[in-house]
Nanobody
């Protein structure tokens, strides 16, 4: 695996979770870029990402509740999720890339109960 996510789990509505992602394999020089999520039967959608100029971009549905951050030296990516809602329930994926390829992790499940 090149991208490894962790931090998912079950939380009540209104609660918080932090997702972490680490890019392994220093030779590949993978830079973690963003978080996506997928509900079974639906397309994977952007949650939060760093743009090419380093700005943060968020889906409208999570603005003001989620915060993306990264540590370039450690090649880690984080997603702080506050005020979680049942509609945030999904498998969350970390995306990374180098100059040649895009990499995805296996995902971590976030379940928000009402």
């Amino acid at each position: 695996e090149h991208m490894v996510e962790s931090g998912g789990g079950l939380v009540q509505a209104g609660g918080s979770l932090t997702l972490d992602c680490v890019a392994s394999g220093s030779i590949l020089r993978i830079n973690p870029m963003g978080w996506y999520r997928q509900i079974p039967g639906k397309q994977r959608e952007l949650v939060a990402t760093f743009t090419s100029d380093g700005a943060r971009d968020y889906a409208d549905s999570v603005k003001g509740r989620f915060t993306i951050s990264r540590d370039d030296a450690k090649r880690t990516l984080h997603l702080q999720m506050n005020n979680l809602k049942p509609e945030d329930t999904a498998v969350y994926y970390c995306k990374g890339a180098n100059s040649l390829w895009t990499f995805w992790g296996n995902g971590t499940l976030v379940t928000v109960s009402s």
